[in-house]
């Protein structure tokens, strides 16, 4: 049982995240705590598993007892007994490089004897047949399989309680429903769930109560029935995605356009299928979206279309002219999933325009301005916000001018706002010298934006 | 990277910290170059037993670059200073590379687990065994970003022609990066409570195998040998 009392939580000097919040969550139950980003629902997340106080260096005033304990006054092993965290990102999960390892790694570290370790295995084996995910390396899983690896994780740890931050974020429609399911079945197991999360389709048939949090206080309680009744704009307004799937109204590609891939070919490194991507043409001004599931290889696409993979043999045309790795690198541009790996420079400035020749000043600050990025101009650019940081990037890319655009996953953890918002800003990147391509899985995302689908 | 842990051609990680702190006395002290070989072919053929052919060859091929194409010393001591400089960097690089070559296996071949499964057994205490192991988990997570970066700044158009700066633009986001990194896989140990003060169990327990005492036993001759002859 988790009860919250009077919980206020602040970072620093800046205004408080969370105001009074109070709460009970009953044994066995699934709580959902949704809102835009930023309206605190991770950091209710975090305060009861204790990372917002021990490792972001939050205050907090009033109480959260796990179980009739203090939770301030606990060490962070302490609460990791009780609770079980799924972060937003499966990658930042792992202590171990082996995937079985990893999941006795906490049954170790709690003391268990091994034949007590091969118990827990084989019980969580039978409710998660993942037998295929073990005794492998984690960083040739794909994203779907570390999330799934993570609440299995979970269930393993034998806590009572499991907290969820985001878990779906990085996730596609078929990962999804495997989550949903395991979700399911931890609750039929009695365990806990305190889940935030703004795409909540996936969530309808396992939760018993929902929280709008907005601004930092809780706006509202919803029991299950209420909740289901919530219409789809007013969940949009308040920043959630859709409550029921969405699915992808854009149409398949079709065969004309003057960017002609004859050919593409890339073996991956110890599989035996390889990617084959064959006779496809795009078109100039176009938004294509490039989808399918976790680990079919969209991401090695975007590097083989870009020119930067060294392995992948290809044919690629464009007007008539055959193009050269070299020759696509210099007209291609990358927006990547996390913007951190590509913002090199010590001002706002200097990022978009490094690598930029002939430019005028004034066309780089009107971009700026379009960004709403001018008053940071001279601001570093690693000092932003990670929303502010993609804008940057995207200014980037379009200063560069490249006749091919690339996005990878732009979307990936936004609520309904910011999503529609990026949605707007690669809309105004479109013209007819350009083909943009997004890799996403990301439904609503592509049925506002693109022109084409291409399926892998 | 896999578990190696049931190779019978992966010694254990003691050992092979071991060997890199021994092979660390090759570089005050010049040993035969008939000895560096057979050391240099012991790393090899350990690589290719645990599956990096491509190490195994790479390991072979910059020795013999080092040791066959660099000059004497005596001849690089009376060359214009410029030249020298550039000689004494490759220099310093063959002076570490017997070192730096069993390092390379030890960090390729060995993971988290059996580390601290090691430790343990020699009785290392957790606030030493456990930095150290979060340090070694640090490689494989920045490797994967660092490429990442890399990539990023190829599409830029950021080439190594100006080097200052290149450095310059690469290092900013590593070492953003590398604090994210690190404070992931401490997070990601501290939830699974790593700090837990009860006696810990291990899963696999790390054994003595027969190639640990090849693997000690021909290095330490090696370095008697090459020393003395």
Known sequence: MVKIENLSLSYGNSPKVLKNISLRVEKGECVLFTGKSGSGKSSIINSINGLAV??????????????????????????????????????????????????????????????????????????????????????????????????????????????????????????????????????????????????????MDIIDRAFLIQDGVIQREYTKTEFMKIPSEKLNELGLRDKTKTKLTVPEIQKKGNFEIKNIEFKFNGVDNNLLFKDISFEMGKIYGIVGTNGLGKSTLLRCLIGCERKSREEIYLEGKRLSKRNRLKISSLVMQDVNHQLFTDSVINEVSLGVKNREIRYVEDILRKLDLYELKDRHPMSLSGGQKQRVAIASVLCKNSRLLFFDEPTSGMDYYNMMNISDLIHECKNDQKIIFIVSHDQEFLNSLADYVINL | MSTFSDNPYNPNPISKIGIVILLGFTVFHQINIYFEWAIIFVISFLFYKNGLKNDALKNIAFFAAFSCLLPDIVIIRNMNPFIMMFFMLFIVCRMIYLPFSAGKFFIKTSDVGSIISSMDKIKVPQNISIPIAVMFRFFPSFREESRNIKRAMRIRGITFKNPISYIEYVIVPLLVISSNISDDIAKAAETKCIENPVKKTRYLSVKIKTVDFAYMLLMLVMILGGILW
Do not use: W
């Open chain 1, 54 to 203: 021990q490792y972001d260096g939050a205050f907090i005033e009033g109480t959260i007892r796990i179980d009739n304990k203090d939770v301030n006054n606990l060490k962070l092993y302490e609460i990791s007994i009780l609770v079980s965290s799924v972060f937003q990102n499966p990658k930042t999960h792992f202590f171990n490089i082996n995937t079985t390892l990893e999941l006795l790694f906490y049954l170790e570290n709690i003391g268990l004897s091994k034949n007590q370790m091969d118990e827990r295995l084989n019980d969580m084996l039978e409710i998660f047949p993942i037998n295929h995910l073990l005794n492998r390396d984690i960083f040739k899983l794909s994203g779907g399989e570390k999330q799934i690896l993570c609440i299995a994780a979970s269930y393993i740890s034998g806590t009572e309680i499991i907290v969820l931050d985001e878990p779906s974020s990085n996730l596609d429609e078929e990962n999804i429903i495997i989550i949903k399911e395991m979700l399911m079945k931890l609750k039929d197991k009695g365990k806990t769930l305190i889940i935030s999360e703004h795409r909540i389709y996936y969530l």
